[in-house]
């Protein structure tokens, strides 16, 4: 027995498996098999195996940065392990994490957890779950075109806005990281969610208003007919009729709330704790970002200072680096 073989034998503690991983994260036994289906799905969709050489190898070459990069916190240091395709990527884990939430505040009934196979499921699930807890704090955020027993069709007018009606969707306008995406395509164009209130499903539309067509978007983030979109005749109407009025959503803010805007954005990328004025000049320079629903990037370089205000609410693009702002 070599001495590495004896090490392992006498310390049974450390030989612990995926399945001993998953427990960890998700303790509750009930919803163990859910979990493992949607994981076998995964794998045999994507057709992916791994063998514990392959494991082994994975930890030795990103193991110590994921250990700098999540000292300290040990959730986000398993689930990030785990995120290198071997159970489920970081998205995957925050779906199922948010769907236990759920059920466990008893805001799901009479669902089957066996019956859930894929994670677009446990999307609407979640969606459903959303459109219960929504309250009425941001309705000023939005502007309504429709609401009935069935449907509710909006214009989100904020990030904020923009996050809650656009949760449990992949659309890159409500990121959380990342609000650069639906500061831009609400400035060049008209930005609409239709949300079933019934069965949680949620399409977005837009319209860039520099170019002749018009896209709808599933909840996965992909590009789809109009007749494929599951919406009603008299709602692909009201789409087509509220696009033709050729008004952004950026056009629907009042000048206060675009300014509490841009000083929201702003204090998202310097910090709550960083000093801002409207009136700070700025120098930085921007490029282009990869963008789902939009083909043609765009480039900008701001060669002179400009107004924070300004630079947010009509720049093109993200920052490529630090910005200098002067008082």
Not at 47 to 69: A, C, M
Request: charged share 30%; aromatic share 10%; proline share 3%.
């Amino acid at each position: 027995m070599t001495k590495k073989e004896q090490i392992k034998q006498h310390n049974p503690f450390l030989d612990i498996t995926l399945y001993d991983i998953l427990t960890t994260l998700f303790p509750e036994p009930k919803y163990l098999e859910m979990i493992v289906n949607l994981i076998k799905r995964e794998r045999l969709d994507k057709k992916t195996t791994y063998s514990s050489n392959e494991i082994v190898s994975h930890f030795k070459e990103r193991g110590q940065n994921l250990v700098d990069k999540y000292s300290g916190n040990r959730e986000s240091f398993m689930y990030s392990i785990l995120g290198y395709e071997f159970l489920f990527n970081e998205e995957q884990y925050r779906t199922i994490d948010e769907f236990i939430s759920n059920s466990n505040q008893k805001l799901l009934n009479g669902v089957d957890l066996t019956a859930i196979k894929q994670y677009e499921d446990l999307n609407k699930l979640n969606s459903l779950c959303e459109i219960k807890k929504m309250g009425n704090e941001l309705e000023k955020e939005i502007v309504k075109l429709l609401e009935d027993d069935e449907w509710l069709v909006l214009r989100p007018l904020t990030h904020l806005s923009s996050m809650k009606y656009g949760s449990s969707t992949k659309w890159c306008t409500t990121s959380q990281y990342e609000p650069n995406y639906f500061t831009r395509y609400t400035r060049e164009g008209a930005l609409i969610y239709c949300i079933n209130k019934l069965t949680g499903l949620k399409v977005a539309a837009y319209k860039n208003y520099d170019e002749k067509a018009m896209s709808f978007w599933n909840m996965e983030d992909n590009r789809i007919d109009s007749l494929e979109s599951g919406l009603p005749f008299d709602i692909l109407v009201l789409i087509r009729e509220e696009i033709g009025k050729n008004k952004t959503n950026r056009e629907f803010m009042s000048e206060d709330m675009s300014n509490k805007e841009a000083i929201y954005l702003l204090r998202f990328e310097y910090g709550e704790k960083k000093s801002i004025s409207l009136e700070q000049p700025m120098i930085g320079r921007v490029h282009p970002m990869e963008e789902p629903m939009m083909e043609q990037p765009m480039e900008e370089t701001i060669n002179e200072a400009r107004t924070i205000q300004d630079f947010l609410l009509n720049r093109n693009d993200i920052l490529d680096e630090p910005v200098d702002v002067r008082a």
